[in-house]
């Protein structure tokens, strides 16, 4: 799955209190994006238990440790915590008893908690750390949002990969990254893509240097991340290359296992690659959306030949 997302970021990310600030969390690390409710183990049953989770208590496991006796509820508590847990939450602002708190600082195990309803902040901190852990790799490319699509542009160095995306922000798009794009697997069927934090916002323009977008177009201009749902490959335009002029059969490229539909751009002087992007963008969303404007043009054909015929 990659490597561990820091606790410290966890808490940071999805606002939770410490209420055990004596526990040392700084080399504490999850490394699987699911959570577990303890619900099963509270009342005793520890066979296949996911103690490397991220451990939820929402109210009910809450109410039902409160039903115990004393001395129960204590060995509950014992038996919970001597397992190596990354870290227990309470949710709906539930504070645990001292009796827990001081276990929990025994045994080494930071206890938060988060005023959201449960299952609201386990489907939160889910989706967040299944996008933190997903496979990654890192190309070279640009990733911008083009009416709501993700469009990957790649080609060799130099070819105008950078220009096209500036001309694109200065038509009201944004950017998510360029020059390095990271991307990341985090379903069968999904491909997010992000920038490095070290080049976020930035563009290289070669005669220009680095333009800082963010300060030059506004926030409104780039985003954190993005689906990839379309890539565009720019090469040099060749006289004797075939180039597809109807598209009537889609072509792929593959990112860690995952298709994603690729357009091939032959490069001239005088070609606006901006709105080739943009017309690369749409066209893509309709036939998303079960239009295919090439389909549409041999299905006239056809009818013409047809008629002709007759």
Not at 49 to 55: G, I, P
Not at 84 to 111: N, S, T
Not at 221 to 230: K, Y
Request: charged fraction near 30%; aromatic fraction near 8%.
């Amino acid at each position: 799955m990659g490597q561990g997302i820091k606790l410290s970021e966890i808490v940071e990310k999805m606002n939770m209190k410490n209420l055990t600030p004596e526990v040392d969390m700084v080399d504490k690390e999850v490394d699987v994006p699911d959570v577990n409710r303890p619900a099963l183990q509270l009342a005793g049953f520890y066979d296949r238990f996911d103690s490397n989770r991220v451990q939820i208590i929402g109210n009910v496991e809450y109410r039902y440790v409160q039903t115990l006796h004393e001395e129960e509820r204590e060995k509950t508590y014992d038996t919970l915590l001597q397992h190596p847990l990354p870290c227990i939450v309470f949710c709906r602002d539930i504070v645990p008893e001292d009796a827990f708190l001081k276990k929990a600082v025994k045994y080494g195990v930071p206890v938060f908690n988060t005023a959201k309803q449960t299952s609201d902040f386990m489907a939160e901190i889910i989706r967040w750390m299944n996008v933190r852990l997903a496979p990654c790799i890192s190309i070279h490319g640009v990733l911008v949002d083009v009416y709501g699509v993700g469009v990957l542009i790649m080609g060799e160095s130099g070819i105008g990969k950078s220009e096209a995306a500036l001309e694109l922000i200065k038509r009201g798009h944004r950017l998510v990254t360029d020059d390095v794009v990271e991307i990341r697997k985090v379903s069968d069927e999904t491909l997010v893509g992000s920038a490095p934090n070290i080049t976020k916002h930035f563009i290289e323009l070669r005669g220009i240097g680095i333009v800082d977008v963010r300060s030059m177009f506004g926030v409104q201009s780039v985003r954190e991340t993005q689906n990839i749902d379309l890539v565009i490959t720019l090469e040099d335009w060749s006289r004797d290359k075939e180039y597809d002029r109807l598209g009537l059969e889609e072509q792929y490229t593959e990112f860690l296992g995952n298709k994603v539909v690729c357009y091939r751009i032959p490069i001239r002087p005088g070609r606006n690659l901006a709105i080739i992007v943009e017309s690369a963008a749409v066209n893509h969303r309709q036939k998303q959306m079960g239009y295919n404007a090439a389909q549409e043009l041999y299905k006239r054909v056809q009818e013409n030949i047809a008629k002709k015929q007759r």
